[in-house]
């Protein structure tokens, strides 16, 4: 049986940027040059890896707290995004996933967590969990 793709598949060796940290910091996931040294041909080789750029460094004056902050924000923001794009066969299935699951990241872990993954995880997303049109929809009828 072959491998359904996902939206996963299209954007997993995008270059992009997310924003974390209390000031927002923007931290840019790119492709760098990483060289490995094979001992058995005694040659060098060169990849291509998707990197974090973090916009500080040791001594810029920002605090070990908001560096922490800033890592765990952009961190949890792309495993949501994985989890949610693994579960999603395009753009706009996957911005449907998104707008249903806005502030709920922690109940999108434990499902994942707890074994609903891909698809069956979508299914769950789509039954369970409102968007604010839906909801004002269902209980303000005008």
Known sequence: MAKVKTYWDTIKNEETFYSGGSQGWEVHLRYS??????HKTHEYTRNQTLQYQWPFSSGDGVSREEKA??????????KIERILASASIDQSEYQNLCKRSYGRHDEIFKLYDDGLKGFALR??????FWTDAEAHSLFWRM
């Not at 902050?69 to 792309?78: A, F, G, N, S």
């Not at 299914?123 to 369970?128: K, L, M, S, T, V």
């Open 33 to 38: 040059d990483t060289h490995k040294y094979n």
């Open 69 to 78: 902050q800033t890592r765990k924000d952009v961190t949890t923001t792309r």
């Open 123 to 128: 299914n769950h997303i789509a039954i369970n």
